[in-house]
């Protein structure tokens, strides 16, 4: 375990290398960071535009200016917004807290609720439970989540307002324009929607995998051998039916988790959600290179550790997996 642990971190050094760089390649070709520094910077000096590409690795070729930049970025000399001249990791630490807030919470929910409806689908395979959670997990999955976002702002806002004269949810923010200080309960009200619009996919999709995974586990022959022993019912179901159907289960919760750092994008765009997604789209419409890079490491470096993090746990779930 120990051993593959450390080699699965070794590869992940020169894979974040190769990925960050091409990442490099792509923005600058992309969003031509110093046509979008002059743009946002009319009036700057040649010094000011010298000193921007230098410490963003522009002023020489590809490779040279990616390791330029990876020197400036790993001793936290971080050059500021093109837009505003902002520091970089204020912002960019306020829009991953949130992202990770509002992700964590609808993949928990929607992964355990999903979970638990394939499981109570699978057990009755056929059945009238089993065609019900069928449907509603392919109506989860069809209908895009802007669709179920703007159903939710209107029913919530709109409508309760006009039915009951106050809305039931806030439909943006994270707390109200001038709010000041910590408040879970007023928080938890505006993550409510988005929570529920994310989740709804989740549940959709994780319904169907666990449903399909322990079907075939239920099916497999030592599960058989396993009622043939005696074994009650309630073990075989949790010691080695969940246990072993889990296995593929796992890999896709990893690269989901993973990839909840780089934002969701389109309910945090409809609902105003100051998360990792709008951080990316305010900075990718104005080109703001500094903005980006640090917001592309952190996704890939994300999505890298979780895939790890399901390599390591699957000798958790079987024991008949030899990691080392």
Request: zero cysteines; hydrophobic letters at 50%; charged letters at 15%.
């Given at each position: 375990?120990?051993?593959?642990?450390?080699?699965?971190?070794?590869?992940?050094?020169?894979?974040?290398?190769?990925?960050?760089f091409l990442v490099y390649i792509a923005l600058?070709?992309?969003?031509?960071?110093?046509?979008?520094?002059?743009?946002?910077?009319?009036?700057?000096?040649?010094?000011?535009?010298?000193?921007?590409?230098?410490?963003?690795?522009l002023s020489s070729n590809y490779v040279l200016?990616?390791?330029?930049?990876?020197?400036?970025?790993?001793?936290?000399?971080?050059?500021?917004?093109?837009?505003?001249?902002?520091?970089?990791?204020?912002?960019?630490?306020?829009?991953?807290?949130?992202?990770?807030?509002?992700?964590?919470?609808?993949?928990?929910?929607?992964?355990?609720?999903?979970?638990?409806?394939?499981?109570?689908?699978?057990?009755?395979?056929?059945?009238?439970?089993?065609?019900?959670?069928?449907?509603?997990?392919?109506?989860?999955?069809?209908?895009?989540?802007?669709?179920?976002?703007?159903?939710?702002?209107?029913?919530?806002?709109?409508?309760?307002?006009?039915?009951?004269?106050?809305?039931?949810?806030?439909?943006?923010?994270?707390?109200?324009?001038?709010?000041?200080?910590?408040?879970?309960?007023?928080?938890?009200?505006?993550?409510?929607?988005?929570?529920?619009?994310?989740?709804?996919?989740?549940?959709?999709?994780?319904?169907?995998?666990?449903?399909?995974?322990?079907?075939?586990?239920?099916?497999?022959?030592?599960?058989?051998?396993?009622?043939?022993?005696?074994?009650?019912?309630?073990?075989?179901?949790?010691?080695?039916?969940?246990?072993?159907?889990?296995?593929?289960?796992?890999?896709?919760?990893?690269?989901?988790?993973?990839?909840?750092?780089?934002?969701?994008?389109?309910?945090?765009?409809?609902?105003?959600?100051?998360?990792?997604?709008?951080?990316?789209?305010?900075a990718f419409d104005t080109g703001d290179f500094?903005?980006?890079?640090?917001?592309?490491?952190?996704?890939?470096?994300?999505?890298?550790?979780?895939?790890?993090?399901?390599?390591?746990?699957?000798?958790?779930?079987?024991?008949?997996?030899?990691?080392?």
């Amino acid at each position: 375990m120990l051993r593959f642990t450390i080699k699965r971190l070794a590869w992940a050094v020169p894979t974040l290398l190769l990925v960050t760089f091409l990442v490099y390649i792509a923005l600058r070709l992309g969003t031509d960071p110093l046509q979008s520094y002059l743009r946002a910077n009319p009036r700057a000096t040649k010094v000011k535009i010298a000193q921007y590409k230098s410490v963003n690795g522009l002023s020489s070729n590809y490779v040279l200016g990616y390791f330029s930049w990876l020197k400036n970025f790993v001793t936290f000399n971080w050059p500021r917004s093109i837009k505003g001249s902002r520091e970089v990791w204020p912002a960019l630490k306020d829009s991953m807290v949130n992202t990770v807030r509002l992700g964590s919470l609808a993949t928990f929910v929607g992964v355990v609720v999903g979970l638990m409806v394939g499981m109570f689908a699978a057990l009755k395979p056929g059945s009238r439970r089993d065609v019900a959670v069928n449907t509603a997990a392919f109506l989860g999955i069809s209908i895009p989540p802007y669709i179920t976002a703007v159903l939710f702002q209107l029913l919530f806002a709109v409508y309760w307002s006009r039915w009951f004269g106050h809305t039931l949810f806030p439909t943006s923010g994270v707390y109200p324009p001038g709010h000041m200080g910590f408040d879970l309960v007023l928080m938890l009200k505006h993550m409510a929607l988005p929570t529920i619009v994310v989740a709804i996919q989740v549940i959709a999709v994780y319904s169907r995998y666990m449903r399909s995974s322990l079907l075939d586990v239920l099916n497999s022959d030592f599960m058989r051998t396993a009622r043939s022993k005696g074994i009650s019912e309630r073990q075989i179901l949790f010691k080695h039916g969940v246990r072993n159907a889990l296995i593929p289960v796992v890999t896709i919760a990893a690269l989901d988790i993973g990839s909840i750092i780089g934002g969701l994008i389109i309910t945090e765009n409809i609902f105003a959600y100051p998360g990792m997604g709008m951080y990316f789209l305010s900075a990718f419409d104005t080109g703001d290179f500094p903005l980006l890079m640090p917001w592309m490491v952190l996704v890939v470096f994300s999505t890298l550790m979780f895939n790890l993090i399901a390599d390591v746990s699957y000798a958790f779930l079987d024991p008949r997996i030899r990691l080392d």
